[in-house]
């Protein structure tokens, strides 16, 4: 399942972040890709462990792991360590797999799904679309400053190249509670449905009532 979350950095904290941005170290991106993945990697990555770096992370992952959108469709047990991502011209990031666990030994968590937030409005650069392989087809996609897209870490995905300008994006790795693909779908169909009933019944309806012992029974089981 791959989706897009409108808004998860609302344009003050984007300015912050962004302004936060030019004070911090930065490194060749390939220090933080797997040995297959170093080979397509031309970007560089913000050190989030200096300087402003603990503060723009601390921003990032309030905003990020708040969402209720990105809650009820990942259902997220972990996440891994945000990174910060510059692609400048003539930069991008070839078609890879993340890798399967990420983090240190003993620390690792199990990348069930990957996400971009957005930082750089569409258009202050040319290319640098996330493109994103499934079966039979390819999605390209390159959203507003602060959105969200969320989709398997189990896909072949890559960025374009940035033929002009720069691409500042927020990536990042989740561990969910939900293990199968399918089964998290079918959660956050139940909720998205709860929500939309919510406009119409009482919370301590019978029909409320139900559909919220469903989803927890659900949640145990899967």
């Known amino acids: 399942m791959l989706i897009s979350i409108s808004d998860v ?6 300015t912050l972040v962004t ?14 890709a797997g040995r297959v993945a170093r080979q397509v990697k031309n970007n560089q990555q913000a050190d989030l462990t200096k300087t402003v770096g603990p503060k723009i992370e601390q921003l990032l992952f309030q905003a990020i792991s708040r969402h209720p959108v990105l809650q009820a469709a990942a259902q997220p047990r972990t996440y891994a360590p945000l990174m910060v991502s510059k692609t400048e011209t003539g930069g991008g990031y070839g078609l890879h797999i993340d890798n399967a666990f990420i983090g240190a030994r003993g620390a690792a968590i199990r990348t069930d799904l990957s996400f971009t937030l957005f930082l750089s409005p569409p258009e202050t650069y040319e290319g640098g679309e996330l493109v994103i392989e499934h079966a039979g087809q390819t999605q390209s996609l390159k959203p507003e400053a602060g959105d969200l897209i969320l989709y398997p870490s189990t896909s072949l995905h890559q960025v374009a190249e940035v033929t002009s300008g720069t691409r500042l994006v927020c990536v990042g790795w989740i561990e969910s509670r939900i293990r199968r693909a399918e089964d998290r779908e079918s959660l956050f169909d139940l909720i998205n449905l709860k929500a939309a ?12 009532l139900t559909l919220s012992k469903v989803i927890a029974n659900l949640k145990r089981r899967f």
């Open 9 to 14: 950095l609302d344009a003050d904290h984007r």
């Open 197 to 208: 009933l919510a406009t119409h019944y009482d919370d301590q309806s019978p029909e409320m």
């Open 19 to 32: 302004g936060l941005l030019s004070d911090v170290i930065w490194k060749d991106g390939t220090e933080t």
